[in-house]
Nanobody, 127 residues
């Protein structure tokens, strides 16, 4: 397992942007697929976007397509989530997650695919 620490959340107006960061411990960061999930009040945690470690393949939930962008810097053990054109419905606690990569082409999208989680960072989008 790896330890994950998210940062970059906050309050933003609708239409604004935020960039979340997730710093990981350990020396084998590139062996892990990384994902961002979110959980809004009263709702289940949902997948937002993921990226593999070696080939950097990405997969976006429909809610994130065209607005969010994921990237990773394996030298810095960090994954980023750039969020643009934010909407009030994007309000949630955002979690970073890491899971052992099965294939450079396969992006995990389920909670159980990931075995390390950050503490979460709050994103609030006002209308």
């Amino acid at each position: 397992q790896v330890q994950l620490v998210e940062s970059g959340g906050g309050l933003v107006q609708a239409g604004g942007s935020l960039r979340l960061s997730c710093a990981a411990s350990g020396r084998t960061f590139s062996n892990y697929a990384m994902g961002w999930f979110r959980q809004a009040p009263g709702k289940e945690r949902e997948f937002v976007v993921g990226i593999t470690g070696s080939l950097r393949r990405t997969y976006y939930a429909d809610s994130a397509k065209g607005r969010f962008g994921i990237s990773r810097d394996n030298a810095k053990n960090t994954v980023y989530l750039q969020m643009n054109s934010l909407k009030p419905e994007d309000t949630a606690v955002y979690y970073c997650a890491a899971g052992r990569e099965r294939s450079g082409d396969y992006v995990p999208t389920y909670n159980y695919d990931y075995d390390s989680w950050g503490q979460g960072t709050q994103v609030t989008v006002s209308s």
